[in-house]
């Protein structure tokens, strides 16, 4: 159990996919000009990374090695468009305001990541929980980013006015650089406190 | 709809709707190959290459099969395919017939199947109903846009010094703020052409 714990906490704080791993960073910066666009697609990358690191664990003893990446790709693609029909049914809006990443899911390295360095030498469960924590990890950087940009861009959160009227809404917020520069000092921060934390340690 | 004219396309996806600054496409590969001009440079002109002609594949395979068929839903597994198996397919010519071609960008054609902006192109040719030629000048002009952020950024990252930066900006971090004020400064491009 213990290892288990590990790997949740390697998947959301530790081992960050977005802040130390610095992949799957094309959607986090697309989708997060509102929360709730940041959260629908952070709860189909959950679906996506857990349910395929699942299924690839559990063929993994029988994929030859050299078609290996094709296999995974297929599999990830299916979920992916279990996902798109899911959307476009019961979320028509949401389906056309994430456009095309929802597909590009498919491409998002940190599903193929845990894939590769975890489930193809892990159990089923073990794998997805790991790709389920990944994908957690994932959702919470893409929800604290959206919700600075969308509490400065339209002084909502969910949609919901949170700041006065008054307030002057920041437009560079829901513009593209505004996610460069966020994801930038997030990054940064986690990165300084990362290495300060090695240091300390091998001083004592 | 209205149907804009091909050059007015081409020129906007390399400006105002840049791959990277402004749809934050090929990122990965973007924060991670920027170090050296030249790498860049090759990385470059192998992604033009491939997104020209996939993004015309995909069209073709999509409007003449996908759609016949009413296989609309299947269209993320086939693009990925084409994508696949067509940067296998150059892998194996170059290394046939250009081997001085093959050593400069060989390395970079496994990078490119899992490039969100291959797949990121077809995904929007389709979703903004373009016509063959739109197609042909979107992908070529998406291409040349990427490359050109790539390489802007190339240089700008082989001046900046990383010894100096305060503790943890150097790499990632900084690539991205600059990335930042790259899209500022081109959303000034805004007002020549727009295509939504």
Redesign the interface.
Same mark, same amino acid.
């Given at each position: 159990m213990a290892n288990r714990k590990k790997i949740i906490r390697d998947g959301i704080i530790d081992d960050n996919p977005i802040l130390f791993q610095i992949i799957g960073i094309c959607s986090a910066l697309a989708v997060t000009n509102l929360m709730m666009n940041s959260l629908i697609m952070g709860v189909s990358l959950i679906f996506v990374t857990a349910l395929s690191s699942f299924t690839i664990s559990i063929i993994r003893k029988y994929t030859p090695d050299h078609v290996r990446m094709m296999v995974q790709v297929l599999i990830i693609s299916v979920y992916v468009i279990f996902v798109d029909i899911f959307l476009k049914a019961y979320m028509p809006d949401m389906s056309k305001a994430l456009g095309p990443y929802v597909g590009l899911i498919i491409t998002n390295c940190i599903i193929m990541g845990r894939a590769e360095a975890f489930a193809v030498n892990n159990g089923p469960v073990d794998s997805f929980i790991d790709g389920a924590a990944a994908g957690i990890g994932y959702t919470l950087v893409l929800l604290v980013i959206a919700s600075i940009r969308e509490l400065m861009g339209f002084g909502t959160l969910f949609g919901i006015q949170v700041l006065p009227e008054t307030v002057t809404q920041w437009t560079l917020m829901i513009m593209p650089p505004s996610a460069f520069f966020i994801l930038g000092i997030f990054i940064w921060i986690a990165t300084n406190r990362k290495l300060t934390k090695e240091e300390g340690g091998s001083k004592k | 709809m209205i149907q804009v004219h091909p050059l007015v396309i081409f020129f906007a996806s390399i400006f105002t709707s840049n791959m990277i600054?402004?749809?934050?496409?090929?990122?990965?590969s973007f924060?991670?190959v920027s170090k050296e001009i030249e790498t860049a440079a090759g990385l470059g002109i192998a992604v033009t290459f491939v997104l020209a002609i996939t993004t015309v594949l995909n069209y073709i395979v999509y409007h003449y099969i996908l759609v016949y068929f009413g296989l609309e839903?299947?269209?993320?597994?086939i693009?990925?395919l084409v994508i696949?198996a067509f940067v296998q397919f150059l892998e194996m010519v170059l290394e046939k017939y250009l081997e001085n071609l093959y050593y400069s960008l060989g390395i970079f054609l496994p990078l490119i199947t899992?490039?969100?902006a291959i797949?990121?192109v077809s %995904?929007?040719m389709?979703?903004r109903n373009y016509n063959l030629v739109q197609t042909a000048f979107f992908g070529l002009g998406s291409g040349i846009g990427w490359a050109l952020a790539i390489v802007s950024m190339a240089g700008i990252r082989s001046r900046i010094n990383e010894d100096n930066l305060?503790?943890?900006?150097g790499?990632?971090?900084?690539? %991205?703020?600059t990335?930042?004020?790259m899209?500022?400064a081109f959303?000034g491009f805004s007002g020549i052409v727009s295509i939504s």
């Open positions: - | 600054f402004s749809n934050f496409l090929g990122m990965c924060t991670s839903y299947l269209r993320f597994i693009f990925i696949a899992v490039n969100c797949m990121g %995904l929007f389709v979703t305060p503790l943890g900006l790499g990632p971090a900084i690539t %991205l703020i990335t930042g004020i899209a500022m959303i």
